[in-house]
Structures are given as C-alpha cells and as structure tokens.
C-alpha cells in the first residue's frame, strides 16, 4: 500500500493538502459503497489502497458528518445517513431522459445506425424518440407509435424487464387477439432476461431486424429501451457490432441511472 496521505508532512501548498484530503476521503467513501456491505477497518483501508491507520482517521471524520457509521456491536463500518441524502439529491437531478436523448443521439450521428427510444405507456411500449440513420431505414413507425409487447423487439424488452402490474393487462389483451400463448410469452422472457436483450426479423415490418436493450433505472426496472433497426439485407457482422455497441451504451447509461446489476 502506499502512502498518500501527506498532511503531516508536505510543508508545501496549504490549499493542495486540503485537495488531497479531500480526494482520499472520497476513495474511502467510494470503497464503502463498493464492498456492498458494512465492513471492517481492513477492508475498507485494502479498498482504498491506504494503510489502516490512515482509513480509521478519515473514518472518525466521515462519521462525525455523518457520511458514515459505526456498528457498535460489530466494530463494522458503513455508510451513513448524510451519504444517503448526497445519493438521493443527485438522482433527484438526473434526467433519464435527457441523458439517454443526447447519448443515443451522438451514436446515431457517429455510426449512421437508426435507433429508435421507447418508454412503457398506458397503451404500451411507445416510441419517444427516432433517429434515422445513413441510408435511412423507412418504416409506417414514428415518434408516437405504440408497439405490441409480443412481437416486437420494444416489447419484449419491457414484457421481460417491467413489474408484472405494469403489463398483465398488456398482455392478456395481446394474447386475446394472436395465436399466442402464456407458455410462448414465458419462452420470449427467459430468452431475453438470458440473453439481455431482444431480436425479432420480419414479425414487425418485413425485411427488417431489430435488436433491442433495456435502460434501467435504480429500482431494476427498465424505464426505456433502445431498438436497433437493420435491412435484412444489411452486412451481419456489421449489425453484430452496431448491437454489441448499443448494448454497452445501454449498460452504462444504466449505470447512470443508479442501476445496480446482479
């Protein structure tokens, strides 16, 4: 471990000191979400790669403003009170959709992949957003449109990764109008929850695939999706690394969103 904590001894800039302290005690703060769970003295020191000494001093502050907390029976560290008010103020600021708009925006705009956004409306999933990409895929779908959960990409997204109160009526009315059946739809969910993501060629527009990927929020509910939208006479291995691009995009605005993977 190395020592990087100089407080005592830099006798150089003041105002750089008070910048290092608070620099470490926001890597010990980090190592307490990090672990998951209360945790000793020499866990949270080793998460912070400083030595335990210096852990425990930077804990009795964090404690003393109440960004952590002490298990008196345990000895064990967590995280406290004031670092729960701290999360949830910045996810009260985050604007999901805002910050999927512009993310998925300049994918579009760098690779010339048409994507489509959906949200979970009263009516089911419905596109919010569609960016036409280079050539640009022609569909009868706009900003608006609402997609049927199963047989499109959209929909299996929100049928395998939304609360059952969500969509039960959803789907017993789609099931009342296909050949369909509660073992086909258990099939679509264990395929998509396995897989991460949805595919379907042709049940929606002829000649068309689509490949879709949840953004989720801090509860694990998947509040948009992200579609994407290739000719079937499209290169594979091109829409491959447009899909694995997508999908990874999706995964860290989740995390954006205080998503939390298992």
Not at 128 to 144: A, C, E, H, K, Y
Request: charged share 15%; net charge negative; hydrophobic share 45%.
């Amino acid at each position: 471990m190395q020592d990087i904590d100089k407080d005592a001894d830099d006798k150089g800039n003041g105002r750089r000191r008070g910048i290092q302290s608070v620099e470490i005690g926001m890597h010990v703060l980090q190592a307490l979400a990090s672990l998951g769970s209360a945790s000793t003295l020499g866990a949270i020191a080793q998460a912070s790669d400083i030595s335990p000494s210096q852990a425990h001093r930077y804990l009795a502050s964090l404690i003393a403003t109440g960004m952590a907390q002490q298990n008196e029976q345990t000895g064990r560290y967590d995280l406290g009170p004031a670092a729960l008010q701290l999360g949830l103020g910045a996810l009260a600021r985050i604007d999901a959709f805002r910050i999927t708009n512009e993310a998925i925006s300049a994918f579009a705009e760098r690779t010339g992949q048409t994507v489509q956004v959906a949200a979970l409306g009263p009516l089911g999933p419905t596109i919010i957003r569609w960016l036409m990409g280079r050539p640009p895929v022609m569909t009868s779908f706009n900003v608006g449109s609402v997609l049927p959960l199963l047989t499109s990409a959209t929909g299996h997204v929100f049928l395998s990764f939304s609360p059952p109160a969500y969509i039960d009526h959803l789907v017993a009315a789609e099931l009342g109008a296909t050949t369909l059946t509660k073992d086909d739809v258990d099939a679509i969910r264990g395929r998509v929850t396995a897989e991460g993501r949805a595919r379907v060629e042709g049940t929606m527009i002829p000649g068309l695939r689509a490949t879709a990927f949840p953004i989720f929020d801090l509860q694990n509910r998947a509040i948009l999706s992200a579609t994407a939208l290739f000719p079937a006479t499209s290169p594979a291995a091109r829409n491959e690394a447009m899909a694995e691009e997508l999908g990874q995009l999706c995964h860290d605005l989740s995390l954006q969103l205080g998503w939390q993977p298992d």
